[in-house]
């Protein structure tokens, strides 16, 4: 079975400090990378795609890639309470098949 | 309206009922999915349709039948259900497929009884 790994919290930090969250996965195949924040009681929202390696930026949003340890992470940078959430891990492989990790749960606390 | 709209939000049901989940997507995309998730575990994909056709049913139980009339539209047919299958539901689509990422509904959650 293909997996995509997150360790699953919970991850607390301090607000203002960097939360990192880090996610393996298994398949070499994988292409595209993706980071989806859901809060509770609420549906997956895309926050971040990455698809070569190296870094992508935007905003307070880090993602980094490195296909050769199938690795992904995401650093958010000045953690508010509002970044509070679930963070799902997914790969994609091809046009019909994303797996996602069980998910991260981050408390950002004020 | 924009994005990806689903239709119940809440449903609780018995085990002998029939009920149907309804998804909308007002994004032109072509691509569009059913996902469960459940409490601690992964998503997981039921369905895939790909312009109106059904690509990939990934092991899903017969109480389970998707329907996809057009593009924007998307059903999931639940019959016969058991407690187990209470869960949040999900449907998403995408442009042209999953490396393009995925946009979701908000989700039905489902109660069993």
């Known amino acids: 079975q293909k997996e995509v790994e997150q360790n699953s919290g919970p991850l607390s930090v301090p607000e203002g400090a960097i939360a990192s969250l880090n996610c393996t996965y298994s398949?070499?195949?994988?292409?595209?990378f993706f980071w989806y924040r859901q809060y509770s009681g609420k549906s997956p929202e895309l926050i971040m795609s990455?698809?070569?390696?190296g870094d992508k930026e935007d905003g307070r949003f880090t993602a980094q890639l490195n296909k050769a340890s199938q690795y992904v992470s995401l650093l958010i940078r000045d953690s508010q309470p509002s970044d509070s959430a679930t963070y799902l891990c997914?790969?994609?492989?091809?046009?019909?098949?994303?797996?996602f990790g069980a998910g991260t749960r981050l408390t950002v606390k004020p | 309206e924009t994005g990806v709209t689903q239709t119940p939000r809440h449903l609780v049901m018995g085990m002998t009922n029939k009920k149907s989940l309804k998804c909308e997507q007002h994004?032109?995309?072509?691509?569009m999915y059913w996902y469960k998730q459940s409490a601690k575990k992964p998503l997981e994909l039921m369905f895939v349709?790909?312009?109106?056709?059904?690509?990939e049913n990934n092991s899903v139980p017969s109480r389970f039948s998707p329907e996809c009339p057009n593009s924007s539209h998307l059903f999931l047919h639940l019959h016969t259900l058991q407690p187990e299958d209470s869960a949040l539901y999900l449907c998403?689509?995408?442009?042209?497929?999953?490396?393009?990422?995925?946009?979701f509904g908000s989700g039905t959650r489902l109660t069993v009884v």
């Open positions: 997914a790969g994609a492989t091809n046009n019909n098949d994303m797996r």
């Open positions: 990455i698809y070569s390696n």
């Open positions: 398949d070499r195949g994988s292409q595209s």
């Open positions: 998403a689509s995408s442009p042209q497929g999953a490396i393009y990422g995925y946009t």
């Open positions: 349709y790909s312009l109106e056709e059904r690509v």
């Open positions: 994004l032109g995309h072509n691509a």
